[in-house]
């Protein structure tokens, strides 16, 4: 049978919620009545993060993990992912799982009619249940402004990592994007306008991870770096 749904997880150094996403993630897909896969990318992890997701694999048949030796980028390894996907449509979403793989639900009604659907933190629709320290808050904000000026008018949100995408745009548009850390984002949705896709951002529930591998200052200077290149 055909698989409906591929979901790419990129991990890196995840020992600590890795297990805990992949508990919710495989609870949820008990109850649903479709084929899926779910490929989980480590990126070079150095702590004990695959122990822990070494732990699901002989019991759910439907996990697939990809290691890499090195550390390239969530950009790198989204791409990696998005490229061996096999599902009719394919998901990638955070390895804290901070929008909830429930949120799905509000993304696949308009799969069929767009190339890709964006889930989002800021348009319409959309729930900060746990929001960010202030700084980050308000790092965020000006980022999307500046992202919105400059490339993708019209988009509250390119950053979220929670985006569902039909299969074919996905192989061609993730065989273009380049940048391989937290810019790839916004330049996976520049390359889906440039080649002429339609995608759609909904608003989707998210809890903020304390714990997040984004450092506020040197990746919001990289990814104003990757902004200019795209």
Not at 31 to 56: K, M, N, P, R, W
Not at 216 to 226: F, I, P, V
């Amino acid at each position: 049978m055909a698989i409906y749904l591929s979901v790419i997880i990129p991990v890196y150094n995840e020992e600590q919620r890795i297990g805990k996403t992949l508990t919710a993630v495989k609870d949820y897909f008990n109850q649903q009545g479709y084929d899926y896969e779910v490929i989980l990318v480590d990126d070079g992890s150095t702590d004990a993060g695959l122990a822990v997701v070494h732990q699901f694999t002989g019991l759910w048949p439907q996990l697939k993990v990809v290691t890499n030796a090195d550390n390239h980028g969530k950009g790198a390894v989204v791409r990696q992912g998005m490229l061996l996907a096999q599902g009719q449509y394919i998901l990638f979403a955070d390895a804290d799982n901070s929008t909830p793989i429930e949120q799905i639900e509000k993304l696949l009604p308009y799969i069929e009619q767009y190339s890709a659907v964006v889930g989002s933190r800021h348009c319409p629709g959309a729930k900060i249940i746990i929001p960010q320290a202030m700084h980050r808050a308000w790092l965020s904000r000006m980022s999307n402004l500046l992202i919105r000026w400059l490339l993708l008018p019209g988009i509250y949100d390119t950053q979220c990592g929670f985006k569902l995408f039909q299969n074919a745009p996905a192989k061609e548009i993730f065989s273009r994007v380049k940048i391989n850390r937290f810019g790839f984002d916004f330049e996976a949705l520049a390359v889906a306008r440039y080649l002429g896709y339609q995608f759609k951002e909904v608003g989707i529930d998210w809890y903020n991870d304390g714990a997040s591998k984004v450092r506020a200052g040197r990746d919001a200077l990289r990814t104003l770096r990757d902004l200019f290149l795209v």
